[in-house]
């Protein structure tokens, strides 16, 4: 952009700034909203963050953004892994933190109507007194926001039984770029009256509209689980495994493989031995009524591949059977700065994907450790590069790319839960082809003639 541009933006968004109510121009807040938890660097810092607390502030900072052309990025907890919520010069971010209620639990309907900013984790902890739960659950259920999860699709470990994030709302209010309000959706389970608008604004990336209230579906809390581990002498055998319990036609609530340099990195961090016990690690849970049942076939269906298998009845033995999954980022993140990819294949093609992974891992020198949700045939292939080291340029970008062509190779997709963002556009049109990119396009631009909402990310 011309200096003249870029100081004509500046004077524009401090004009946007001064206008709203709650905001910062304070450099360490540019800075903490300046990225997410994706590894990208962000060459520069926004212009400054507007704090909403309500919709009418989300209102006036739009309508105020369209009024003066200023971009403005969406931001909820800013743990994403897409670089979706970065933001730089000449942009300012609309923090929707502090729009942090429950607004009703309405344990009858089993719904919730919540605004953006509520943590999916403190949604989940009002649910459980009523004896429900809300399904999706990223690994970051702690800390990161449900309007950052419906502008993701957020996926996470239950997803296997209960689907992604699309799966559990009802109907959303949305601030449009221009400042008016859209309801889409409705309070009831079934319903399907016109388009469904919903459905486009989830996984939208802040760039369709704003987020401002969302009503979800809760579920009954499962009666009773049933959990299992299994070692397994490599992580193909592993994947060989898994495939083997989607074909026993069960429904397991969760189904986490973990590969050997990542069981290698939490016996690092944690004093255990899983690495000596095995080549890879598989989870399984299932839950409900019939839990106990449906585990005596999981494990059946793993036990041909299997070196170890164990199963937990109760929940400390469980709980302790879930920690090597749950120690597996916090454990890489111990040994370097950590880039987390999302990629799906289909379930049967687990094995090799798997394999391809270590090929682009030995091929290009980059450290890969990978995770999977195996029973959606979502791998988390993880970039774990040393300090100093770019995890989003450089060879750790090459062989993102080469991971991206190994899943489109297999028939599968760029990303599984995380979204595009900043990171994944350069392979977007391989994956999606021209017309489906063109219609896309013209969605957006309908929406947003002006590009005000988080341009260049996600399409
Ligand atoms: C340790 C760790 C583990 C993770 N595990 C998982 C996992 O298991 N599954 C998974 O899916 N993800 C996972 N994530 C990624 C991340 O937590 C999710 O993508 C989450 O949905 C992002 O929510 P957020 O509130 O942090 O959103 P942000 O990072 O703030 O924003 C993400 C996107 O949403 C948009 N946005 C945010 N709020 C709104 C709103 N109200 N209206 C419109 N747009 C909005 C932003 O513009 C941006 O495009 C993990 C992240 C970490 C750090």
Not at 93 to 104: A, Q
Not at 242 to 262: H, K, N, Y
Request: glycine share 10%; proline share 5%; aromatic share 4%.
């Amino acid at each position: 952009m011309e200096t003249d541009a870029v100081s004509a933006l500046a004077g524009r968004a401090a004009e946007l700034l001064s206008a709203c109510r709650s905001t910062s121009t304070d450099p360490a807040d540019r800075s903490a909203a300046a990225t997410d938890r994706s590894g990208f660097v962000p060459a520069s810092l926004p212009d400054g963050v507007v704090y909403a607390e309500s919709v009418d502030d989300v209102v006036q900072a739009v309508r105020l953004a369209a009024s003066h052309g200023v971009p403005l990025v969406p931001r909820g907890a800013g743990t994403g892994l897409a670089a979706a919520s970065s933001a730089g010069a000449g942009e300012v971010v609309l923090d929707l933190s502090r729009m942090n209620r429950i607004l009703d639990l309405d344990p009858v309907e089993q719904i919730a109507v919540v605004e953006p900013g509520v943590l999916n984790a403190e949604l989940n902890a009002a649910a459980a007194g009523h004896g429900l739960f809300y399904a999706p659950d990223p690994a970051s259920t702690a800390i990161c926001s449900i309007g950052g999860n419906i502008a993701t699709n957020a996926g996470g470990m239950r997803c296997a039984k209960y689907g992604v994030t699309r799966e559990s709302v009802l109907g959303l209010r949305v601030v449009l770029a221009d400042g008016r309000e859209l309801r889409t959706g409705r309070r009831t389970i079934k319903g399907v009256t016109g388009y469904d608008l919903t459905a486009l604004m989830i996984g939208s990336e802040g760039a369709l509209g704003v987020v401002v209230e969302a009503t979800l579906r809760l579920r009954p809390a499962p009666v009773t689980t049933a959990t299992a581990a299994a070692f397994f002498p490599d992580v193909a055998a592993a994947a060989a495994a898994a495939s083997a319990v989607i074909a026993a036609r069960i429904q397991p609530s969760l189904l986490e493989l973990v590969d050997g340099p990542t069981l290698e990195a939490i016996d690092l961090a944690l004093g255990t031995d899983y690495r000596r016990r095995g080549g890879a690690f598989l989870l399984g849970q299932t839950d409900g009524f019939g839990a106990q049942a449906e585990m005596d076939v999981l494990a059946g269906a793993v036990e041909p591949f299997a070196t170890e298998v164990l199963r937990a009845d109760d929940p400390v033995a469980a709980e302790a059977l879930l920690a090597a999954r749950r120690e597996a980022i916090p454990s890489l993140e111990k040994l370097g700065r950590v880039s987390i990819g999302d990629i799906g294949v289909p379930r049967g093609r687990l094995a090799e994907a798997v394999t391809g992974l270590q090929e682009i891992s030995e091929r290009t020198g980059v450290r890969i450790f990978t995770i999977a949700h195996a029973a959606d045939g979502n791998l988390h292939p993880m970039i774990v590069v040393r300090p100093g080291e770019s995890v989003t340029e450089g060879p750790a970008k090459t062989a993102l790319g080469e991971m991206f062509h190994l899943a489109k190779r297999l028939g599968g997709t760029l990303t599984g839960e995380h979204g595009v963002g900043l990171l994944k556009r350069d392979w977007l049109r391989d994956e999606l082809g021209d017309v489906s990119l063109d219609v896309q396009h013209a969605i957006r631009r309908a929406l947003d003639p002006q590009a005000i909402l988080n341009p260049g990310k996600a399409i």
